[in-house]
Every structure is written in structure tokens, then in C-alpha cells.
């Protein structure tokens, strides 16, 4: 393959990981914008739990649902198949969930992969379609107060702890513009 021909690839690839984590930071923000950036709006999904079009996937992740208050998915390694203006993507993926089951709050985990069907429209990269792998699942119990910090040292300001709404990374980056 010619110089140019990997160069491309290679953006090509990096254009497609962006997407994923523009996604997955829309995610835990729980942000439309990011989240629509990173899907064309005639996809599909199917999470095995929850599937549709693009309109039902935003409606579930946004506002989300009230007993999840923190999420936050750790993207893997992304194997990636270029064909043109469209490409397959295998992504690793662990999310963590707090989650309110009714008895108080727990930190559960997912590992698994997102297959994704990329598209590029217009020199652009988004997810056609995404099926989702289920891997593992591990509850890890009560979740700590975070009015008590972290291992017994208290936070210096309420800006700390991470959250799906209100999260200082928004303000983090809004500074910047």
C-alpha cells in the first residue's frame, strides 16, 4: 500500500475512534449533541435488553434513567475493517453503572464489545448500526457515600465526585471556548 494509502487509513481509523469516545463522553454526560454527533440519524441499535432506530436509542440514553446518577465507559482497543466509505468496528468496552435498585445505590460493571457499522456521508464518520456483546457482569455492592470522600479523605469542594448531570467536566471544557 502506497504512503498515501496508509495515511488515509490511518486518519480514516482515528476519525472512526473519535466518534467512539465522542460518543461514550455524550453517554455518561447524558449530552444529545455529543451523542447525535456520533450517530446517523436513519441508525439502528440492538442492545439485546433494548433496540430501534436512532430516535428511541437518544430518548433511553437522554435523559436516562433516573436511578443510574454516574456512568462511565472505558473504551478497549477498537479492530477495525475499512471498505470505503464504510467500515466494521469491534471496540472492548467496561462501563460502570451506580445504580439506585431500590435498596440504595451499587456499583455494577459491564465488559463487552460494541460491533459497530460505521458510515461515512460527506467526509464524515458515524455509527450506522451497533450491536452490543455482553461479555461479563459483576455487582459490586453498596456504593460509597461521597459525602464521606475518598478512602477517608474528604473532597475540598463539591466539584469532585463525578455525575451522569451537572459533571464539572462540562464546565471544564466550556472554559476553553
Given at each position: 500500500m502506497a504512503m498515501d494509502g496508509a495515511?488515509?487509513?490511518?486518519?480514516?481509523?482515528?476519525?472512526?475512534?473519535?466518534?467512539l469516545a465522542r460518543l461514550a463522553r455524550g453517554e455518561d454526560r447524558r449530552d444529545a449533541g455529543l451523542i447525535r454527533a456520533a450517530w446517523w440519524p436513519d441508525a439502528t441499535f440492538d442492545y439485546g435488553v433494548y433496540?430501534?432506530?436512532?430516535?428511541?436509542?437518544?430518548?433511553?440514553?437522554v435523559p436516562g434513567a433516573?436511578?443510574?446518577s454516574n456512568t462511565q465507559h472505558v473504551l478497549g482497543q477498537s479492530y477495525i475493517e475499512l471498505a470505503g466509505d464504510s467500515a466494521k468496528?469491534?471496540?472492548h468496552v467496561i462501563s460502570?453503572?451506580?445504580?439506585d435498585m431500590g435498596a440504595g445505590d451499587r456499583d455494577t460493571c459491564i465488559g463487552g464489545r460494541y460491533l459497530d457499522t460505521m458510515a461515512r456521508r460527506d467526509g464524515e464518520w458515524r455509527i450506522a448500526?451497533?450491536?452490543?456483546?455482553?461479555?461479563?457482569?459483576?455487582?459490586?455492592g453498596a456504593a460509597i457515600d461521597w459525602a464521606e470522600g475518598v478512602m477517608g479523605y474528604p473532597f475540598t469542594a463539591g466539584h469532585f465526585p463525578g455525575r451522569a448531570r451537572g459533571d464539572f467536566s462540562a464546565t471544564f471544557f466550556a472554559a476553553g471556548q
Open positions: 495515511m488515509a487509513d490511518f486518519v480514516d481509523r482515528e476519525a472512526i475512534r473519535h466518534c433496540s430501534g432506530d436512532f430516535a428511541a436509542y437518544l430518548d433511553w440514553v433516573e436511578a443510574i468496528a469491534e471496540t460502570y453503572h451506580r445504580v448500526d451497533r450491536v452490543m456483546l455482553y461479555d461479563w457482569y459483576q455487582d459490586w
